[in-house]
């Protein structure tokens, strides 16, 4: 079984920062493909960035795009997203998911990732 558990979330002002945390446990392999995805009271889940198994790729919704840093740490199967210059749309509960494959690609799509953690809230105050 494989467990993921994200942590990190809380309340900031605009313009500040947060780091979520997304800790994997259980039968992955630390070269799986990891993403980020946030869902907003009303809204559909919607993609945030992803990082490559292999960790040299990268991707990110344009609305994050220069804000928001993926990372990982394979020795600690952890994968880090930073969120800097945080905006009251930014709220959000953020999932952190995992594809089973191993050295799978960063991809946008959700069905693409097999599992899932239970999100932490992350809300921007104006």
């Known amino acids: 079984q494989v467990q993921l558990v994200e942590s990190g979330g809380g309340l900031v002002q605009a313009g500040g920062s947060l780091r979520l945390s997304c800790a994997a446990s259980?039968?992955?392999?630390?070269?799986?493909?990891m993403g980020w995805f946030r869902q907003a009271p009303g809204k559909d889940r919607e993609f945030v960035g992803a990082?490559?198994?292999?960790?040299?790729?990268?991707i990110y919704a344009d609305s994050v795009k220069g804000r928001f840093t993926i990372s990982r740490d394979n020795a600690k199967n952890t994968v880090y997203l930073q969120m800097n210059s945080l905006k009251p749309e930014d709220t959000a509960v953020y999932y952190c998911?995992?594809?089973?494959?191993?050295?799978?690609?960063?991809?946008?799509?959700?069905?693409?990732?097999?599992?899932w953690g239970q999100g932490t809230q992350v809300t921007v105050s104006s």
């Open positions: 998911a995992a594809d089973r494959a191993p050295f799978g690609v960063a991809t946008t799509r959700a069905v693409d990732y097999d599992y």
């Open positions: 990082i490559s198994g292999s960790g040299d790729n990268t």
């Open positions: 259980g039968r992955i392999f630390r070269s799986n493909a």
